[in-house]
């Protein structure tokens, strides 16, 4: 009976003392992203532009360039995705 009494606790000993050897290290990669193509979009001229409020053909402006700046940082971190074999030495 007393020897069965020590089997569990000699178990746990053993497992988890055991168990540190077995770890594995967890490696994360980047899988490459899809580049959707930019979207023609239509041009519009000053003179249509000419009907408009000079503080909203500025603020029309000035909304369409943070949009291209948007669509540009999105694009090179899409990039950076390709090129992460490249870079990769091992070294996180």
């Not at 899809?34 to 979009?41: N, S």
């Not at 003179?47 to 029309?60: H, I, N």
């Amino acid at each position: 009976m007393k020897k069965n009494a020590w089997l569990p606790a000699v178990a746990i000993i053993l497992i988890t003392t055991g168990s540190g050897c077995t770890t594995l290290e967890t490696q994360y990669v980047t899988q490459p992203l899809h580049r959707p193509e930019r979207p023609l979009l239509p041009a519009v001229s000053e003179e249509e532009l000419s009907c408009l409020a000079q503080g909203t053909a500025r603020k029309l402006t000035e909304r369409q360039r943070l949009r291209r700046e948007y669509a540009e940082k999105l694009e090179t971190i899409i990039d950076g995705t390709h090129n992460q074999g490249d870079q990769d030495d091992g070294q996180r």
